[in-house]
């Protein structure tokens, strides 16, 4: 069955240094991959996706995420994270023929000063 | 194009009542998702609907759940005798009827059975 781990329910790093963010998934075919970012009480803004094409795929807010088959991962990076990055960060794959979503369990961002 | 829509944003029942909550997709997105999400987890898929028809369904949604898609625009999805484990973040996405899109979700709505 397609699963999404994402193996650190909560990272603290300090504003300015950098981010990854992991996501390892379970899918038989070529996934489709996608991170996902919530604000407290907010629904879910898409920061970037991978269908296909180059593995390093550039998303808003300055994040990257890297696709790699033979880990069936989908980390996500920030080079110098900002205090607004605070949030919940969501690792998704399109599992179904419609198109819907698993998710992972998210990982929590917290940014010391 | 204001986005997704979702009507209310809280809700607070009481146990046994009903409940009924609407979405409003994007305009012309053809696809619509239902998910809910529990404290601590990520969104779990409730149900699909490609235009008015509802495809597919979760083992997640229950007798007590229906959700509807008149005419292929909104959408509302019901619950029916709430429960306390029914206390949760209700999602609603759409997306267009194209490869290689991706999903766009609305605020959500927060229910509380007490």
């Known amino acids: 069955a397609q699963s999404v781990t994402q193996p650190d329910i909560h990272i603290t790093v300090s504003e300015g240094a950098s981010l990854e963010l992991r996501c390892n998934y379970s899918?038989?075919?070529?996934?489709?991959l996608f991170w996902y970012v919530q604000s407290p009480g907010q629904g879910l803004q898409l920061l970037l996706k991978?269908?296909?094409?180059?593995?390093l795929v550039q998303g808003i807010k300055g994040f990257e995420a890297e696709f790699k088959r033979s880990q069936s991962s989908f980390n996500l990076r920030k080079p110098s994270v900002h205090w607004s990055d605070a949030a919940e960060y969501f690792c998704?794959?399109?599992?179904?023929?419609?198109?819907?979503?698993?998710f992972g369990k998210g990982t929590k961002l917290s940014v010391k000063p | 194009d204001t986005g997704v829509s979702q009507d209310p944003r809280h809700k607070i029942t009481k146990r046994g009542q009903n409940v009924t909550f609407r979405c409003d997709p994007i305009s012309e997105h053809n696809r619509l998702y239902w998910y809910r999400q529990t404290l601590g987890q990520g969104p779990e898929f409730l149900t699909y609907f490609q235009n008015e028809a509802q495809l597919e369904k979760s083992r997640l949604l229950s007798d007590r759940f229906s959700a509807e898609r008149p005419k292929g625009s909104f959408s509302t999805l019901e619950i029916q005798r709430t429960e306390q484990g029914d206390s949760a973040m209700y999602l609603c996405a759409s997306s267009p009827w194209t490869v290689n899109t991706e999903a766009f979700f609305g605020q959500g709505t927060r229910l509380t059975v007490v």
């Open positions: 899918y038989g075919a070529t996934p489709y």
């Open positions: 991978y269908f296909s094409g180059d593995t």
């Open positions: 998704a794959v399109a599992g179904g023929s419609q198109g819907n979503l698993i």
